[in-house]
């Protein structure tokens, strides 16, 4: 694949001016010394999308060769990731109960309190973090051909497997291929002087979740669960595996647990209630706090502008900051 496109774009530049081809499934990253010839990079782009499985191409232009980069971490060591002090991951034992919603608002809770933080969407079976952040279909920006640059939306840093494959390729990955992917984004991006990265997990408790937890230096884990019992087993399942690798459980978060109804504001307890409050003094881990199940939370998110960003002084967003703030309790 590499020599079919190396063999494009040289047609149209010097050999010596191409620094570097990536290719990540169906994205390819073409980085040239030099400027820009008239016309190359569209006729480039075009002859490379017609190759088989291609369906994005980037062509970046830099000023110099990049200084090679010391290689990458052995596989058995935690993975390196610069620029980065501490990481707490949010995780859920299944899909659908409001992990990606709870992450985004969580880390603007935490950029509220004037701390630098970054999102990383680590979810290869659902990355929603671009539509969230409203960086969907943006394309991933390159200085150097071989480093990425973090989104930068809502005042905090982001980036999202999401954001160079596509979903129907995330699902089909053997564990070790979805755990290469997300090594190479998260070490390869830079990071700029991140006081609390939050990085948003795949639901489950499978390999790729174990191997994530085993490889990423978390500071630790915050576990997201409706009030319903199926999905409190499913909870519990999750902070056995991540107590059984050593990482601290810094609490559960209880979302949907409850209904205002967006008319009259009388309050439902669909679910039932205080579930997670209760599996979690079971469990003896910390109960961080409750988040209603309100078409605010929904509608901003999907709008890109999630509501701790869109309304910071909301009942809403008040609950996330009261979260951030035991979280921050915890992760000293
Ligand atoms: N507290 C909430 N109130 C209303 N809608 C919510 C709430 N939490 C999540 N949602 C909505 O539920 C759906 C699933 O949430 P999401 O965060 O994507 O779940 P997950 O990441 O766990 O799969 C989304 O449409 C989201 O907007
Ligand atoms: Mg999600």
């Not at 209603?292 to 901003?300: C, N």
């Amino acid at each position: 694949m590499e020599n079919k496109i190396k063999e494009i774009v040289s047609n149209f530049y010097k050999t010596e001016q191409i620094e570097s081809i990536k290719v990540f499934n169906s994205k390819v990253i073409i980085t040239l010394v030099g400027s820009e010839l008239e016309n190359a990079d569209s006729e480039i782009t075009v002859r490379v999308k017609s190759l088989d499985n291609v369906k994005k191409v980037s062509v970046v232009h830099t000023v110099s060769k990049n200084v090679s980069k010391p290689s990458p971490a052995s596989f058995d060591d935690k993975w390196n990731v610069k620029g980065v002090k501490k990481i707490i991951g949010v995780a859920s034992g299944k899909g659908g109960v409001g992990k990606s919603t709870t992450s985004v608002n969580i880390a603007l809770a935490l950029a509220n309190q004037g701390m630098n933080v970054a999102l990383f969407d680590a979810d290869i079976y659902g990355p929603s973090i671009p539509t969230m952040l409203g960086y969907e279909g943006e394309p991933v920006r390159s200085f150097d051909g071989s480093t990425f640059e973090p989104f930068m939306h809502a005042n905090i840093q982001s980036m999202s497997i999401g954001a160079l494959i596509d979903r129907n390729t995330a699902l089909i990955w053997r564990g070790s291929k979805a755990v290469g992917a997300i090594q190479q984004l998260i070490t390869d991006t830079n990071w700029h002087d991140v006081d609390v990265m939050i990085i948003d997990m795949p639901p489950g408790t499978g390999d790729i979740q174990l191997s994530l937890s085993q490889k990423l230096d978390l500071n630790g884990i915050v576990i997201v669960s409706t009030p319903q019992d199926i999905a409190l087993i499913d909870a519990v399942k999750g902070v056995n595996m991540f107590q059984k690798v050593g990482i601290p459980i810094l609490g559960i978060v209880e979302n949907m647990s409850y209904y205002i109804c967006e008319n009259c504001g009388t309050r439902a307890e669909i679910f039932g209630h205080e579930g997670a409050k209760e599996t979690s003094e079971k469990l003896k881990v910390k109960f961080l706090g409750e988040i209603p199940l309100h078409i605010e939370i929904r509608e901003t998110s999907d709008n890109g502008m999630p509501v701790v960003f869109s309304s910071p002084d909301s009942p809403h967003s008040i609950a996330y900051e009261n979260i951030a703030k035991e979280l921050l309790k915890e992760l000293k």
